[in-house]
C-alpha cells in the first residue's frame, strides 16, 4: 500500500488556558485563592495590587465590586451602605475595621503583636521541679516520669518498662520509680501522672480543700465513686449507685456534681491547638424587609495592570511578545477573579431567595434543596454549583454557615410535601432540649411525636440524626 493524504472533519472539546484558569479559581477556598494571587504576584511583574491610596483607579483592575449587577443583586431603591445610616432590621458587620485602627502614634504603629508561647506541659513540669529540694538522683528519676508523659497528662508506659529501660549505673528500680511518681502526681496541674481517669480523678479529689464537714463527706463519696463505681456513673445507672453505696438522691447529685467539675485531662491546658479562622465571602443583610447578598470586601483581592509597564508596551510594540504574554496573563486574572466572585454572589443570591424562611425563622424552616434548583435557575452546571458551595461561606445575623450547608435531603410528610433533613435535626434538637432529664426521651418516642407533627420519620433515621448532633442516647441523657 502507498501512503495517501485525507482530509477529515471532526469537532471535540478543548478548554482553553483561560478556562482552566476560571475553573480552578472557582473551587478554591478564600484562602488557597490568596495563596494562588500571592505567586502568581511573584511570577508576574505587570501584575500588581491595588492599594488604593493614589485615589486612581485602573480600567484593568478589579477592586473589589462587580462592574455590573443585576436588579436582584443591587435593588436600586437601597442606598449603599457606606452612604446611609443602618436600618433597625438590618445586620451589618464591620470586617475592615482594626484594634489599631485610628492611631497616630507613629512608633506604636510599627510594633507587631506577637502572640506569646505556649508554655507546654514537660516545661511546666519541669520548672517545678527544678524548684524542688530532692536530691538529685531523684529529680532525674522524675524528671524520666515526665518525659514518659502524654498530651493529656497521663502515664501510658507502666513503670516497670521505665524501670527495665534505665541504665545500670542508675542503680534504681521500681520501687525508686513509685516514689519520683508519687513526687510528681503532688505537682501542678492536680491529676498529673495518673495511669487511669479514674486514678486522675481521684488525684484531684484528693487535693482539694474542704470548707466543711459536708463538703469532706461528699468528697469521700465522690472518691469512692470514682475509684469503684465510675462506669456506672457514665452509664446513669443511679438506681445501684444509690443501693451499693447506701445514699439518697441530693448525696448522689452533690458527688456527681463535683466529678463533673473535674477535668480529666489535665494536660489538655498546654495543648497548643491552632485556630481556624473562617473570612466570609458573603454577607447577608436585611434590607427594607428583602434579604439581600453582598460580596465581603476584605475576602476580595485588589489587582490591576502595572501601570508603568503597560504605557511601555503601548509605545513599544516590537520585541516585547514574552511582556506581551504577561500582561495578556495579568488581564486574565483579574478577569477571571471577578467572574468568581460575581458567580459567587449569583449563587448566594439564588441560595437566599429559597431559604428566606432560614433567615426569617431559622433552622426549622429550612426547606430541602438540591444543586440542580440552582444550576436550573442560574443556568449553570451542577459541577459549576457545587464548585461554588465548597469552602465559600455566608455570614448572616445566625452565623457564618458554608454555602453548602443550605443543601439537603429531604423526608416526605404525610401530606405531601417535604420536609429538611436540616429541620429535622433542629427539631430533635428543641425536643431533646425541653425534655424531662428524669424521664428523657428515646429515638420511638421523638419519632411518634415528629409523626403527630406530620413528619414521617423511621426510629433509624432518629437515630442517625441524633449522633450526627452529638446527643448521647436515651440512658445517658438520665439525671437524678
Same mark, same amino acid.
Given at each position: 500500500m502507498k501512503p495517501t493524504l485525507q482530509f477529515r472533519l471532526s469537532q471535540h472539546l478543548t478548554l482553553t488556558p483561560q478556562l482552566q484558569q476560571s475553573i480552578r479559581l472557582l473551587q478554591l477556598s478564600t484562602v488557597e485563592l490568596n495563596q494562588e494571587i500571592e505567586r502568581m504576584l511573584m511570577e508576574n511583574p505587570i501584575?500588581?495590587?491595588?492599594?488604593?491610596?493614589?485615589?486612581?483607579?485602573?480600567?484593568t483592575g478589579f477592586t473589589g465590586q462587580p462592574e455590573t449587577q443585576s436588579p436582584a443583586e443591587a435593588p436600586s431603591e437601597a442606598p449603599?451602605?457606606?452612604?446611609?445610616?443602618?436600618?433597625?432590621?438590618?445586620?451589618?458587620?464591620?470586617?475592615?475595621?482594626?484594634?489599631?485602627?485610628?492611631?497616630?502614634?507613629?512608633?506604636?504603629?510599627?510594633?507587631?503583636?506577637?502572640?506569646?508561647?505556649?508554655?507546654?506541659?514537660?516545661?511546666?513540669?519541669?520548672?517545678?521541679?527544678?524548684?524542688?529540694?530532692?536530691?538529685?538522683?531523684?529529680?532525674?528519676?522524675? +524528671?524520666?516520669?515526665? /518525659?514518659?508523659?502524654?498530651?493529656?497528662?497521663?502515664?501510658?508506659?507502666?513503670?516497670?518498662e521505665i524501670a527495665e529501660l534505665l541504665p545500670p549505673e542508675a542503680d534504681s528500680g521500681v520501687e525508686d520509680l513509685a516514689i519520683a511518681l508519687h513526687h510528681l502526681q503532688n505537682m501542678e496541674p492536680a491529676g498529673v501522672g495518673a495511669r487511669s481517669p479514674s486514678e486522675c480523678l481521684l488525684l484531684?479529689?484528693?487535693?482539694?480543700?474542704?470548707?466543711?464537714?459536708?463538703?469532706?463527706?461528699? /468528697? &469521700?463519696?465522690? /472518691?469512692?465513686?470514682?475509684?469503684?463505681?465510675?462506669?456506672?456513673?457514665?452509664?446513669?445507672?443511679?438506681?445501684?449507685?444509690?443501693?451499693?453505696? +447506701?445514699?439518697?438522691?441530693?448525696?448522689?447529685?452533690?458527688?456527681?456534681?463535683?466529678?463533673?467539675?473535674?477535668?480529666?485531662?489535665?494536660?489538655?491546658?498546654?495543648?497548643?491547638?491552632?485556630?481556624?479562622?473562617?473570612?466570609?465571602?458573603?454577607?447577608?443583610?436585611?434590607?427594607?424587609?428583602?434579604?439581600?447578598?453582598?460580596?465581603?470586601?476584605d475576602?476580595?483581592?485588589?489587582?490591576?495592570?502595572?501601570?508603568?509597564?503597560?504605557?511601555?508596551?503601548?509605545?513599544?510594540?516590537?520585541g516585547a511578545n514574552a511582556m506581551s504574554g504577561q500582561v495578556q496573563e495579568a488581564r486574565w486574572l483579574i478577569k477571571n477573579v471577578q467572574q468568581r466572585f460575581d458567580t459567587i454572589l449569583r449563587v448566594s443570591q439564588a441560595i437566599i431567595d429559597r431559604q428566606r424562611h432560614f433567615f426569617e425563622h431559622g433552622e426549622v424552616a429550612m426547606r430541602p434543596m438540591v444543586l440542580r434548583e440552582i444550576a436550573e435557575t442560574l443556568g449553570l452546571h451542577e459541577s459549576t454549583i457545587s464548585r461554588v458551595t465548597t469552602q465559600k461561606y455566608m455570614a448572616t445575623p445566625r452565623g457564618t454557615y458554608e454555602l453548602k450547608y443550605f443543601f439537603g435531603s429531604h423526608v416526605a410528610t404525610e401530606t405531601g410535601g417535604a420536609c429538611s433533613a436540616?429541620?429535622?435535626?433542629?427539631?430533635? &434538637?428543641?425536643?431533646?432540649?425541653?425534655?424531662?432529664t428524669k424521664v428523657p426521651l428515646s429515638d420511638s418516642r421523638i419519632s411518634q411525636i415528629l409523626s403527630q407533627q406530620g413528619i414521617v420519620v423511621a426510629r433509624r433515621t432518629?437515630?442517625?440524626?441524633?449522633?450526627?448532633l452529638q446527643i448521647p442516647p436515651v440512658n445517658l441523657r438520665k439525671s437524678l
Amino acid at each position: 500500500m502507498k501512503p495517501t493524504l485525507q482530509f477529515r472533519l471532526s469537532q471535540h472539546l478543548t478548554l482553553t488556558p483561560q478556562l482552566q484558569q476560571s475553573i480552578r479559581l472557582l473551587q478554591l477556598s478564600t484562602v488557597e485563592l490568596n495563596q494562588e494571587i500571592e505567586r502568581m504576584l511573584m511570577e508576574n511583574p505587570i501584575l500588581e495590587r491595588e492599594d488604593g491610596d493614589d485615589g486612581l483607579t485602573a480600567t484593568t483592575g478589579f477592586t473589589g465590586q462587580p462592574e455590573t449587577q443585576s436588579p436582584a443583586e443591587a435593588p436600586s431603591e437601597a442606598p449603599s451602605p457606606e452612604t446611609r445610616e443602618p436600618q433597625g432590621d438590618e445586620w451589618q458587620p464591620d470586617y475592615s475595621s482594626s484594634p489599631r485602627a485610628g492611631n497616630n502614634d507613629e512608633e506604636d504603629g510599627d510594633r507587631t503583636f506577637v502572640a506569646p508561647e505556649l508554655l507546654s506541659l514537660r516545661q511546666h513540669l519541669n520548672d517545678q521541679l527544678s524548684l524542688t529540694n530532692l536530691p538529685r538522683r531523684d529529680r532525674a528519676l522524675i +524528671g524520666i516520669l515526665i /518525659a514518659a508523659l502524654d498530651d493529656d497528662g497521663y502515664l501510658t508506659q507502666p513503670i516497670e518498662e521505665i524501670a527495665e529501660l534505665l541504665p545500670p549505673e542508675a542503680d534504681s528500680g521500681v520501687e525508686d520509680l513509685a516514689i519520683a511518681l508519687h513526687h510528681l502526681q503532688n505537682m501542678e496541674p492536680a491529676g498529673v501522672g495518673a495511669r487511669s481517669p479514674s486514678e486522675c480523678l481521684l488525684l484531684q479529689i484528693r487535693a482539694m480543700r474542704h470548707a466543711t464537714d459536708a463538703d469532706a463527706r461528699i /468528697a &469521700k463519696l465522690a /472518691a469512692t465513686i470514682a475509684s469503684q463505681y465510675l462506669e456506672s456513673l457514665a452509664q446513669r445507672d443511679y438506681a445501684r449507685l444509690k443501693q451499693a453505696l +447506701g445514699v439518697n438522691d441530693d448525696e448522689l447529685r452533690a458527688a456527681q456534681k463535683l466529678i463533673l467539675k473535674l477535668n480529666p485531662h489535665p494536660g489538655s491546658a498546654f495543648s497548643n491547638i491552632e485556630t481556624r479562622y473562617v473570612i466570609p465571602d458573603v454577607i447577608v443583610r436585611r434590607i427594607k424587609g428583602v434579604w439581600r447578598a453582598s460580596l465581603n470586601r476584605d475576602a476580595m483581592p485588589r489587582l490591576r495592570v502595572n501601570r508603568l509597564y503597560a504605557s511601555l508596551l503601548a509605545g513599544n510594540r516590537n520585541g516585547a511578545n514574552a511582556m506581551s504574554g504577561q500582561v495578556q496573563e495579568a488581564r486574565w486574572l483579574i478577569k477571571n477573579v471577578q467572574q468568581r466572585f460575581d458567580t459567587i454572589l449569583r449563587v448566594s443570591q439564588a441560595i437566599i431567595d429559597r431559604q428566606r424562611h432560614f433567615f426569617e425563622h431559622g433552622e426549622v424552616a429550612m426547606r430541602p434543596m438540591v444543586l440542580r434548583e440552582i444550576a436550573e435557575t442560574l443556568g449553570l452546571h451542577e459541577s459549576t454549583i457545587s464548585r461554588v458551595t465548597t469552602q465559600k461561606y455566608m455570614a448572616t445575623p445566625r452565623g457564618t454557615y458554608e454555602l453548602k450547608y443550605f443543601f439537603g435531603s429531604h423526608v416526605a410528610t404525610e401530606t405531601g410535601g417535604a420536609c429538611s433533613a436540616t429541620a429535622i435535626r433542629a427539631l430533635i &434538637k428543641q425536643l431533646v432540649a425541653a425534655e424531662d432529664t428524669k424521664v428523657p426521651l428515646s429515638d420511638s418516642r421523638i419519632s411518634q411525636i415528629l409523626s403527630q407533627q406530620g413528619i414521617v420519620v423511621a426510629r433509624r433515621t432518629i437515630a442517625k440524626y441524633r449522633e450526627s448532633l452529638q446527643i448521647p442516647p436515651v440512658n445517658l441523657r438520665k439525671s437524678l
